[in-house]
Each structure stands twice: as C-alpha cells, then as structure tokens.
C-alpha cells in the first residue's frame, strides 16, 4: 500500500530527530511528536493518527472543542499550545490532557479550581519566554523562580516541564542560543527540587528548527508545517 503524504512526513521527521538525538548522545525514543493540528481538518487529523501520530497540538480553545464534538472522533493525547485566557481555563480543563503553556500564576489558580471542580489533576508544562520579542507569551526567567513555590503548591496541577518558542529566523541555527537558554533553565529548576514541580518535559522545535531543538534536550517537538502542509492563512 502507498504511503500517504501524513505518513511519508513523519517517517522524515522521525528519520532527522533520530539522526539530532544520536548526533547528541541522546535516546532517540526521548523525543516524542505533537502534531500542531491547529487549521487542519478531524479527517487530515485522523490520517496523521493512522500514521503512527499519537498527541495533538492546539492553539485556539473553540477549534479544538469543535473538533471533539465532530462525528468522528480524534482518539489522542490533546495538548493546548496557545495563549490561554483566564476566562477558558475551565474549558480548557475540560478538553485538554496537557497545557503547554500556563504562563502566570493567575493562570494557574484559575486551572487549579478548575481541575479541582473537575475532578482531575491537570498536566501543565510552563512557558518560558527566551527572548526579548514583546509579543511572545510567557514567563520571564526570574519572575518564573519566584513563582515555584506557589505553582508547586497548588494540588490539582501536575507541572512537569518547560516549553518555548525561539523567534522565527530562517536559519535554524539562530534558535540554538535560545533553546540552550531553555535547556539551562529547565536543568537549573531540576536541581532546585522544589515540591510540586517536576522537570521531565522540555517541548520545543518546530517545523524550521526541531533538529536543532532535539540536539540541545528537547523531549517534544511540535510540529505542523512539515507534517500537514503550509496552513491557509486565517
Ligand atoms: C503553530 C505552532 C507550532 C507549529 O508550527 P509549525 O511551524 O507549523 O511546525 C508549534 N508551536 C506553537 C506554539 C504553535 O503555535
């Protein structure tokens, strides 16, 4: 049987992550895939689950809770990626395995009562801002130390790791500075064992940079484009 496009596609990306994690001295079976989902159809979804995809990636509450109300049904691990409102926390509880990018403390409270009404603990993975760009969401390095305690002590959270986003360059290279950045980071909140807070997750790369991501300790890569295709502009 041919293979389709979904499939060819992943096999690449596997194939690159495999070759960056060997480059490095890493497991290539520490880097899992989150298929950035976000403006591709249940139908594409699902030919990427058939393909040996197992989580998603969303960015916008209400696309994702469309797609799980569609007829047919996307069995996978749901992660949400984008900026999260206060106001969609607890539809967010509702929909998502894993918040990849809590990014306040008031954020944080919001989904802890949520998850507490909903009877779950809900995984978390804290965004790090590593760049100077105003527009990107996330924690600055320092005011995210200060924040440990408190998020590590709020009970219906399970914060297991960092995720980033380095700023959009043509040449993946200029994003390795960035994830060492994070990578450094995320080894230094390890070390510091604070209660509540593990550190076994570090989700970043993207369809431009995932190699380099995967050389320098990335445990997820999430990754559209190079999976489904360039999306339509919205
Ligand atoms: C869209 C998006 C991605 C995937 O981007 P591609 O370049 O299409 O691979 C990854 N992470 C976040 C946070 C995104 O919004």
Redesign the pocket.
């Known amino acids: 049987m041919a293979l389709s496009t979904v499939e060819k596609s992943l096999e690449r990306i596997q194939n690159q992550i495999r070759q960056s994690a060997l480059k490095s001295g890493r497991s290539p079976d520490a880097v899992r895939v989150v298929a950035?989902t976000?403006g591709v159809p249940v139908e594409r979804i699902q030919e990427a689950l058939r393909a040996g995809i197992f989580a998603v990636?969303e960015?916008k509450v209400q696309e994702a809770a469309q797609k799980l109300s569609s007829k047919t049904q996307v069995p996978a691990e749901w992660h949400f990626?984008?900026h999260l409102q206060t106001n969609k926390a607890k539809a967010a509880v509702r929909i998502f395995d894993v918040i990849e990018s809590l990014d306040s403390l008031d954020l944080a409270e919001r989904l802890d009562r949520a998850a507490l009404e909903a009877g779950k603990v809900q995984k978390c993975l804290l965004q790090i801002k590593v760049s100077d760009e105003p527009s990107k969401f996330g924690w600055n390095p320092e005011a995210l130390n200060e924040s440990l305690g408190s998020l590590g002590a709020l009970k219906n959270l399970e914060i297991v790791g960092l995720m980033c986003?380095a700023p959009h360059s043509d040449d993946p290279e200029k994003a390795r500075p960035y994830f060492q950045k994070a990578a450094q980071h995320f080894g230094w909140i390890q070390s510091q064992k604070v209660p509540g807070i593990k550190m076994n997750e570090l989700s970043m790369g993207?369809?431009?940079d995932f190699s380099v991501a995967v050389e320098e300790g990335a445990t997820i890569v999430?990754?559209?484009?190079?999976l489904f295709g360039e999306?339509p502009a919205l």
């Open positions: 950035v976000k990636g960015n990626i984008g986003m993207m369809s431009h999430r990754i559209g484009t190079a999306r």
